[in-house]
């Protein structure tokens, strides 16, 4: 029998068992429907090494990791080049945390990965809505000639949720039928205090990385210039933490194209900060 000590193949903090956990970290590898440069499937397990080089403690929230009770799951095993399939497999997941009455971080991947978890979370809460930080409207209804597609994810969330109840942060790109769209219903929303709004509601949160400038995020598949900086994003963050989040996520780290690892450790702080507002 070895005796190690071994390095952890979990995130940093994670609990070793699913009952005692509150909230799940759940790897979802998928970059079926990529429309630039592929390779977020390859993110989580990326993340999960380069945590050990961060600490447990946020000195933004002045609170631990271990404190927050949660159980890194690991990737989810998902047949490449089948994007329904794919979703199918990650709503399912999604269900089973809510069902075991625990909830959801999920780690991208794509944005498409998305849809999915709404899917199943509407099931559980009502009053739902959803704040969207990244480069990207999101809002086609197609991309070359495809519904199901990372473009288009808050177009088919809007479909569930309703526009009135989601919120476009740092959006910055994208066709002006997307922007039309944005303007119609005021989704788009630029200071923390505009978030009154989701007052009483049930928030899902969802980043993609190319939310933040791409002079700090290199590592992700459509990389925008002049996004947020990290400590913007964590003033964001902060306000959230008044609210109800009932699951969120993080996506689009693609981590080969920087292979500095910068925007991967950047991604792995990033995830505590999020744990810290359940």
């Known amino acids: 029998m070895l005796k190690g000590p071994f390095l952890d193949k979990n995130f940093i903090g994670s609990l070793d068992n699913f009952e005692e956990s509150k909230v799940v970290m759940l790897g979802m590898p998928m970059d079926s429907t990529v429309s630039n440069r592929p390779g977020s499937r390859f993110a989580p397990q990326s993340i999960r090494l380069e945590s050990i080089g961060i600490e447990t403690y946020s000195p933004t929230f002045d609170k631990d990791m271990q404190d927050v009770m949660f159980y890194d799951a690991g990737d989810l095993d998902l047949p490449f080049g089948n994007p329904r399939r794919q979703l199918d497999i990650i709503q399912e997941n999604v269900r089973e945390i809510y069902n075991s009455s625990k909830k959801v971080l999920g780690i991208g991947g794509e944005h498409l990965v998305t849809l999915a978890e709404i899917e199943a979370i509407k099931d559980f809460y009502g009053n739902l ?18 519904n199901l597609t990372h473009s288009g994810v808050m177009k088919q969330i809007s479909k569930i949720v309703g526009f009135e109840n989601i919120a476009q942060i740092g959006i910055r790109s994208g ?38 400038d791409s002079s700090l995020m290199r590592g992700t ?34 981590p080969d194209i920087d292979p500095s690892k910068v925007s991967t450790a950047s991604a792995c702080t990033l995830i505590r900060e999020v744990l810290m507002l359940y």
Request: negative net charge; aromatic residues 12%; glycine residues 6%.
């Open 129 to 146: 809505a959803v704040v969207q930080f990244d480069a990207h409207t999101d809002l086609r209804e197609a991309y070359l000639g495809e």
């Open 175 to 212: 066709e002006k039928e997307e922007f039309d769209l944005m303007k119609k219903y005021k989704t788009q929303i630029f200071d923390p205090s505009e978030l009154k709004k989701f007052e009483g509601k049930n928030i899902f949160l969802t980043i993609d990385l190319d939310v933040l």
């Open 221 to 254: 598949g459509t990389p925008e210039a002049g996004g947020l900086t990290y400590r913007e994003l964590l003033r964001w963050l902060c306000e959230l933490k008044k609210y109800n989040i009932i699951g969120a996520d993080v996506v689009e780290l693609a």
